[in-house]
């Protein structure tokens, strides 16, 4: 079982920054990925980033490139989203997930899942 928390939600303006964090309760392995994922109201839970634990290699959405970069910090354990630039369009829980292999942009390939975090943007 990996136990998931994040944390940095909020309320921003239009044009602001946020930092999400995401600790995993325990060390991943090596061949593994974490992801954010978001859901706006009454809309599907949709792909923001992702990174491979071991190389670290990072995955983006459209929506989101060049604006918000995801990082890892292997020895503590956790997962960054750093947001610039953010939209009202960016409003969503966000949620950071876990799976073994390969990083991927479907929900359902995720085995592990945060509670959420809410972003807000104001316009």
């Known amino acids: 079982q990996v136990q998931l928390v994040e944390s940095g939600g909020g309320l921003v303006q239009a044009g602001g920054s946020l930092r999400l964090s995401c600790v995993a309760s325990?060390?991943?392995?090596?061949?593994?990925?974490m992801a954010w994922f978001r859901q706006a109201p009454g809309k599907e839970r949709e792909f923001v980033a992702a990174?491979?634990?071991?190389?670290?290699?990072?995955y983006y959405a459209d929506s989101v490139k060049g604006r918000f970069t995801i990082s890892r910090d292997n020895a503590k354990n956790m997962v960054y989203l750093q947001m610039n630039s953010l939209k009202p369009e960016d409003t969503a829980v966000y949620y950071c997930?876990?799976?073994?292999?390969?990083?991927?942009?479907?929900?359902?390939?995720?085995?592990?899942w945060g509670q959420g975090t809410q972003v807000t943007v104001s316009s």
């Open positions: 997930s876990y799976k073994i292999g390969p990083p991927l942009s479907r929900a359902h390939e995720y085995d592990y």
């Open positions: 990174i491979s634990w071991s190389v670290g290699s990072t």
């Open positions: 325990r060390r991943t392995f090596s061949s593994s990925a």
